[in-house]
């Protein structure tokens, strides 16, 4: 017997819908209390497998390029102290 593998956290999901294609959707986290979130369509689950993969690093490079949330410039509510 085989067992399906489950897929971890942050990995999407991947399924097949009913005309043989394959979907697959990825989270992508929260902009402006919304969840952001893609979806991608393919003939075969590797190939959506593989979408979803790339979609994912892309993501993390994104994320890992900005700047700590400390160090972001924000406006200077904080005048200087005399």
């Keep these: 017997m085989t067992t399906k593998r489950r897929r971890g956290h942050n990995e999407g999901s991947i399924y097949q819908r009913n005309d043989g294609r394959f979907v697959g959707a990825i989270s ?48 200077s509510r904080n005048g200087s102290r005399a």
């Design 28 to 75: 992508l986290g929260m902009v402006d209390g919304k969840r952001r979130r893609k979806v991608i369509y393919g003939d075969t689950r590797e190939e959506v497998r593989q979408q979803l993969v790339k979609i994912h690093n892309d993501s993390a490079a994104a994320f890992l390029s900005r700047p700590p949330a400390h160090r972001r410039q924000t406006s």
